[in-house]
């Protein structure tokens, strides 16, 4: 459906200069034609309000390597930086001009290190000179993620002796390893930790609710008391110290991965920043014994419900962000500096991906102002303090920053609302480019659902892009504009049937890049300004109706971000071609240098690497897939891009270099055997190849692309087969399957389907077969042949229950999917007859006793009301225990309740120290996010049948 903001508005598409495969198009540039200045530019300042902060960087000229953590050595004031690679620095804030001295290289003297997290100060470290350090091992080992004391030499130039290590705590290595070290005010030093697993399936070895490991916690010990043969002591008031089977040192657990957190000061609270999952990135305000969550939960949303919740109830964030406008938040400090006197007592945090900050205000646990404060290009890593509580922010980029009132006021010239507005076109109808913006291509695009684009770039006046030959960066003059307006053909290759569909717009302010988005009109006559946060809506299409989303301004720039250089696709591997007709073609470097868009010409050797076009088959294999994997996932997967996979995937790399080649996936295998990103030789054992082939969860790219590109998908599996002998990989099976039980089997024979190998009647079947199977990871593959009417749409995270209530239900499929269907778990805790379990009400006659919309109320919102008789509490024994479940039985002396699980807890009245009724039923909501709009109806039918 069309959102009312955008009535009139033909949709969609995605991000600019480059980014999307997009067929080049444009008029040709000619040796001759000189350059205009552009003095017609009203893309000045932002549609919104400027935030109240900006940032300024501290430091110029120091710069450090992939940083991870910041720490002030007490007593001296000299700032310590720890990097990814090991090395940790320091340097003094006092001096004009540091030089960072380094005082430890873990990567030289630890075996097999392979990277550093976190680092820590001893509040005594005057007297005892100790510094803590967590680092990991390389792979997946049991004792893989390490927390050790040093201790560092005196003298004017102080380091780490590394002969001084004393190793405290160890856990398992892999994916999420948290590492942030802090020592709270009572002197216990706490450590955090991720669940070790990458994110599909989530939390995949069930640590999250897991207090019996120290995977997914904040841990919390005592190192100055060794006890038991171990370095440190358990505190003996932790909050598990006397439950069977957990690990004594948890403080708190349920978190996903706990990317930095801190203590105020004043009053002791323990902030925590929370890597999320699919949906949203959280802030907790960490409690003793504290359940965060994960993985039955994400936050607010549910996530598995046949995980067994922890022995504590699970606690909401304080705060949490969707991923429309955050994707990896990073935890800050409480702010007490003087600097910024209005954010004083706020929490300071931000996000890694989208550059955004945000102060919020609390009484208790109680939320008393929240507000994003500024709007950055950083990539916020981490943040540290100097000696008076003023607050650094530190981009993985490599620079360290600090915030600052914004100076910019607002605009005087209202920002363009639309198009026509913009000084970009002289005439906005032909798709006239002003005088001054220059029209340019590329080599090779991202794929988007077969869009077409024209691509420009505008300087203001006749200012040029600036060239560094030391750091291969370009430099972009103040109010920089790339443009490229997006179009589709009802004629694939015609260009007369084209409908621009939108102009997406990238400007540089002269401090920040910011992402716009305009949407054409049905007349093809203007396009309008869309909303911030982006909206879905459909695109008509050679008789097919598609659905599009037009992406949030946040989401644009997560791939238009530091590391990929803010302008993707302009760069020197994709703009050295020709471009221009015949008896006019020019080099197109050579042509924007002559006409000034450069301050000067590149030289010959910076253009080694060339993008090719991946579907020109004159180009060589290996360079046609390497250009595609350039364009559609090195903006993210690639050394501080953001991609969550620890792959390397720039055409300039060396292949050995990706990552990829023969190694184990870390973000989940889906179901294939024996699973490689690339395993070479043999593309069905590629995760990197399935993700390319689905239509389903983890499809590739992540953003902008809904469908397959079908000839992509064919050049990337002709490359992995040239990478390696496929007997060599596992056997290659000589028929078919006959079943579709695996998704291995799926991968064959839909490998089948794309060689042409089944005659139409079997190609057909198969692909009903395989698009009917409940297993996402299979269906998805299949439905890629389908259009996307035909597709299963399942509810995910925004059911519309006056829809629901108008489909026809099957009570006979809504009995089967009660009783067998492995994505619904009303059986776990509700009986019919004989069937299922007695731990919420029983069924057996609920259609006699509840309406349709009463049933489908209490499954969508099962919270909104609670029969009395199964109402949640949390009791909390006098051991510290605490145990969660509804009340099935109560006698003078003891009180007996039914977990989730089923299993009945008695506990003694003399033991209970405190018994709470809870707000949230004991079943999650969305428990159906999975379940179609048509299965939700069948076991509606179903439940009133029950009479």
């Not at 309000?49 to 710069?63: H, K, N, Q, T, W």
């Not at 409690?287 to 965060?292: D, R, T």
């Not at 694939?492 to 302010?509: M, N, Y």
Request: with cysteine; glycine share 10%; hydrophobic share 35%.
């Amino acid at each position: 459906m069309r959102t009312p903001a955008a009535a009139a508005l033909r949709p969609v598409i995605f991000l600019i200069a480059g980014l999307f495969l997009m067929v080049p198009v444009g008029p040709p540039l000619t040796a001759s034609e000189t350059r205009e200045p552009w003095t017609t530019s009203r893309i000045v300042g932002t549609p919104e309000p400027p935030a109240p902060y900006s940032v300024e960087r501290v430091f110029d000229g120091l710069e450090f390597d992939r940083p991870v953590d910041m720490a002030l050595e007490p007593g001296s004031g000299r700032l310590f930086m720890l990097q990814l690679d090991g090395k940790l620095l320091a340097f003094s804030p006092d001096e004009t001009s540091p030089e960072p001295v380094l005082v430890h290289d873990a990567h030289a003297t630890i075996e097999h290190h392979s990277r550093s997290y976190g680092l820590t100060f001893h509040p005594e470290y005057e007297e005892n000179r100790q510094i803590f350090l967590c680092y990991v091992l390389p792979g997946t080992t049991e004792d893989g993620t390490r927390v050790s004391r040093f201790r560092m030499t005196d003298g004017p130039q102080p380091v780490v002796d590394p002969e001084s290590e004393e190793i405290l705590i160890t856990w398992p290595s892999g994916g999420h390893n948290g590492g942030c070290l802090k020592f709270g005010p009572d002197g216990y030093l706490y450590i955090s930790s991720g669940d070790g697993v990458g994110p599909f399936p989530p939390d995949s070895e069930e640590t999250g609710q897991d207090v019996g490991d120290l995977r997914a916690t904040i841990m919390r010990i005592d190192v100055d008391q060794p006890s038991n043969g171990q370095p440190y002591t358990v505190p003996a008031d932790n909050p598990f110290v006397d439950l069977p089977d957990a690990r004594p040192e948890v403080w708190a657990y349920g978190f996903r991965n706990p990317w930095k957190m801190s203590f105020n000061p004043a009053n002791g609270e323990l902030w925590c920043g929370d890597v999320g999952w699919e949906l949203w990135e959280l802030v907790y305000l960490v409690k003793k014994g504290g359940n965060y969550g994960w993985s039955v939960m994400e936050g607010r949303q549910p996530v598995r419900a046949d995980v067994k919740r922890g022995p504590t109830p699970i606690l909401p964030p304080i705060a949490d962000h969707p991923h429309t406008e955050a994707r990896s938040v990073t935890g800050g400090y409480v702010y007490r500096g003087d600097r910024l006197e209005d954010l004083q007592g706020a929490y300071i945090y931000g996000d890694y991906v989208t550059g955004k900050f945000w102060a919020l205000w609390n009484d208790g646990d109680s939320v008393t102002r929240h507000e994003e404060i500024a709007d950055t290009a950083l990539a916020i890593i981490t943040f540290g303090e100097d000696r008076d509580g003023n607050l650094f922010v530190v981009d993985y980029a490599g620079g360290i920053y600090r915030l600052v009132p914004n100076p910019r006021e607002e605009s005087a010239t209202p920002f363009p609302r639309k198009l026509s507005e913009s000084g970009l076109f002289a005439s906005t109808v032909d798709h006239q480019p002003a005088a001054g913006v220059v029209p340019y291509s590329v080599n090779a695009s991202l794929w988007r659902d077969g869009a077409v684009a024209e691509r420009f770039v505008a300087l203001p006046g006749t200012t040029s892009i600036s060239w560094n030959p030391n750091r291969e960066r370009w430099g972009f003059p103040e109010g920089t504009v790339f443009v490229r307006t997006v179009s589709l053909e009802e004629v694939t290759g015609d260009p007369t049937t084209r409908q621009r569909i939108e102009t997406q717009v990238l400007h540089f302010d002269g401090l920040e890049w910011r992402a716009y988005t305009y949407v054409w009109n049905e007349e093809q006559t203007d396009a309008e300004l869309a909303p911030a946060e982006g909206f879905d809506t459909t695109v008509d299409i050679a008789g097919e109706t598609t659905s599009w989303r037009i992406h949030s301004r946040t989401e644009c720039l997560t791939c238009h971000m530091p590391r990929a250089g803010f302008a993707v696709g302009f760069n020197i591997e994709n703009l050295n071609r020709v471009h221009g007709g015949e008896g006019t073609a020019t080099g197109q470097l050579d042509r924007l240098a002559a006409l000034g868009v450069f301050d000067r010409t590149i030289p010959g050797k910076h253009r080694q690497a060339t993008l090719v076009d991946p579907y020109d088959g004159s180009a060589t294999l290996d360079a046609r897939a390497r250009s595609w994997l350039h364009v559609n996932c090195a903006h993210c997967h690639r050394r501080g891009g953001g991609g969550t996979a620890h792959i390397e995937l720039p055409f300039t790399h060396p292949l050995e270099k990706t990552n990829a080649i023969d190694e184990r996936p870390t973000q989940g295998t889906f179901g294939i055997a024996n699973a490689r990103i690339v395993a070479p030789g043999n593309p069905e054992r590629s995760v990197l190849y399935y993700r390319l082939a689905t239509v389903g969860r983890g499809h590739m790219p992540y953003l902008g692309s809904r469908n397959v590109d079908e000839d992509g998908l064919q050049l990337l599996h002709a490359w992995i087969e040239s990478l390696g002998d496929p007997s060599s990989s596992g056997e290659v099976p000589t028929t078919l399957p006959e079943t579709i039980e695996s998704v291995g089997q799926a991968l064959q024979l839909v490998r089948a389907i794309d060689d042409g190998l089944l005659v139409k009647e079997r190609r057909d079947q198969l692909i009903a077969k395989g698009a009917s199977v409940e297993q996402p990871e299979i269906r998805g593959l299949f439905e890629r042949f389908l259009p996307e009417d035909r597709r299963v749409r399942t509810l995910g995270t925004s059911a519309d229950p006056a829809a629901i209530l108008m489909l026809t239900g099957d009570a006979t499929r809504g009995a089967r999917l009660f009783a067998e269907a492995a994505g619904v778990q009303c059986r776990n805790c509700h009986r019919v007859a004989e069937s299922g379990k007695m731990v919420g009400p029983d069924l057996t006659r609920i259609g006699a006793q509840r309406s349709r919309r009463d049933l489908l109320e209490s499954i969508l919102d099962p919270s909104r009301r609670i029969d009395p008789k199964f109402v949640t509490y949390a009791v909390q024994t006098d051991a510290g225990r605490v145990h969660s479940g509804l009340v099935v039985n109560e006698t003078d002396s003891s009180v007996t309740l039914r977990e989730a699980s089923g299993k009945d807890v008695v506990l003694q009245r003399d033991e209970i120290e405190d018994m709470i009724a809870q707000p949230k039923s004991l079943m999650p909501e969305l428990l159906v996010r999975d379940m179609t709009a048509q299965d939700v109806a069948d076991l509606l039918a179903y439940l009133e049948s029950l009479r």
